[in-house]
């Protein structure tokens, strides 16, 4: 099946929100409670996308302060409506943190490592701006099992094109699996790396709900759906629907797994 180059270029606030983003400010807040940093201290977020990581920061770990870096022009302007005056937010890459050498105690990072060509950079620039006994933590979303909403959408979609599954992230991104994120964090001489499952529900009113997010084109599943002629997109849909665990009240209860992992900085 022919379809245009999908690119996993996150630009929209709003389509995101509707796709992921609402699923990752649920994963937020086990997260932070698995870390359990004492208050007052200096945190910095990542790719802080929308914002919803940092929102959960300032709710509920009493920080003495709050940055976000973020590539995305537009996830930034987003972020900055979100959160107000609450974070410092900063235009940046995670191999370029536009803060200086150990100037925070907490970094974190959710649902961006494996979007990062170079992952072991991104780690050397978390551990250079934190400061030594300081934390680093991320999670990512084991596409390859539990993220039910996207294995759903491939697994059907690689069943009407076989071509699809090179686009899957259950594929793409081997970092999103407990051994590799233990890897690549004891590799940047982190000490005391420890790596958990986070379970979150992610329930839909009925199919509409869930499909719906996957016509704004942000993000890879999202992006090969527009990316097809509408019979095969409808195709696609009807697959999918057929595949799903609805209820007699038309709602579908699936749940979202994300890897997280925690280590100290040695420096």
Known sequence: MAHARVSDTWERGSPYEQYVGRWSRRVAPPFLSWLGIPTGRKWLDVGCGTGALCAAIVDRCSPSSVAGVEPSEGFLRTAKENLADRAALHQGSATEIPLGDASVD??????????????????????????KGGTVAAYVWD????????????DAAVELDPDAAKLDEGVRFPLCRPDALETLFSDAGLGGVEVKPIDVPTPFSDFDDYWKPFLGGQGPAPAYTMSLD??????????????????????????????????????
């Open 106 to 131: 907490v970094v974190v990072s959710g649902l961006v490592l494996n979007f990062v060509p170079d992952q072991r950079a991104a780690l050397a620039e978390m551990v250079r701006v934190t400061g």
């Open 143 to 154: 596409y390859a099992g539990k993220m039910e909403l996207m294995r759903f959408f491939w």
């Open 230 to 267: 509408e019979t095969a997109r409808d195709r696609l849909r009807d697959r999918i629907r057929a595949r799903m665990p609805i209820a007699a009240d038309g709602s579908i209860s699936l749940t979202a797994r994300a890897w997280a992992a925690r280590a100290a900085v040695k420096k």
